[in-house]
T-cell receptor, first 112, second 112 residues
Framework: KAGVTQTPRYLIKTRGQQVTLSCSPISGHRSVSWYQQTPGQGLQFLFEYFSETQRNKGNFPGRFSGRQFSNSRSEMNVSTLELGDSALYLC???????????FGPGTRLTVL | GQQVMQIPQYQHVQEGEDFTTYCNSSTTLSNIQWYKQRPGGHPVFLIQLVKSGEVKKQKRLTFQFGEAKKNSSLHITATQTTDVGTYFCAANYGGSQGNLIFGKGTKLSVKP
């Protein structure tokens, strides 16, 4: 099976702009989670979607949002970008039967 | 919010030496997972521990889950240069998979 894919891999934006990141899970996986990884804060959970519904949400401001489509593909959106949003954004998918998370390569977002 | 403490933050070892990283939670866990992230890569699932006192081995890696299900450890025997990377524990406090809380990770470097 193909792994989790994320697009784009790299992105440079300026403060105030918005950005949309995309994630395609492993075929058959219905759960998609998003994480923000920074050197200072480590891996922080953003939200999880299952069957097009947000099932869990981390402690991030409302500028961070996401959605999941009927084919399980997911997008996350960050509006009004701030310098502190510069990070590696990782998407992970998992099956309903097993708990392990399969991570994608991530999108490296730089906010200038 | 819930936190899981992981120590040490960094570990430098000579090839052939052993390595251990520890995770501690103040609250009882449902289960705990371990991941490895190579430099420039994404986290890769290693194992999940569910039962109190559980011990699992993968070649030179030994994973333990405490009797009270509040702590866990990963021990690598006779490290090799291929073991280089950051090791994360991920705590599940119950509910859906979206409740994974990652430790800050232990970055392992191995001197040949």
């Amino acid at each position: 099976k193909a792994g989790v894919t994320q697009t784009p891999r790299y992105l440079i934006k300026t403060r105030g702009q918005q950005v949309t990141l995309s994630c395609s899970p492993i075929s058959g996986h219905r759960s998609v989670s998003w994480y923000q990884q920074t050197p200072g804060q480590g891996l922080q959970f953003l939200f999880e979607y299952f069957s097009e519904t947000q099932r869990n949400k981390g402690n991030f401001p409302g500028r961070f949002s996401g959605r999941q489509f009927s084919n399980s593909r997911s997008e996350m959106n960050v509006s009004t970008l701030e310098l502190g949003d510069s990070a590696l954004y990782l998407c992970a998918s998992s099956s309903t039967e097993y708990n392990e998370q399969f991570f994608g390569p991530g999108t490296r977002l730089t906010v200038l | 919010g819930q936190q899981v403490m992981q120590i040490p933050q960094y570990q430098h070892v000579q090839e052939g030496e052993d390595f251990t990283t520890y995770c501690n939670s103040s609250t009882t866990l449902s289960n705990i997972q371990w991941y490895k992230q190579r430099p420039g890569g994404h986290p890769v699932f290693l194992i999940q521990l569910v039962k109190s006192g559980e011990v699992k081995k993968q070649k030179r890696l030994t994973f333990q889950f405490g009797e009270a299900k509040k702590n866990s450890s990963l021990h690598i025997t006779a490290t090799q240069t291929t073991d280089v990377g950051t090791y994360f524990c991920a705590a599940n406090y119950g509910g859906s998979q979206g409740n994974l809380i990652f430790g800050k990770g232990t970055k392992l470097s191995v001197k040949p």
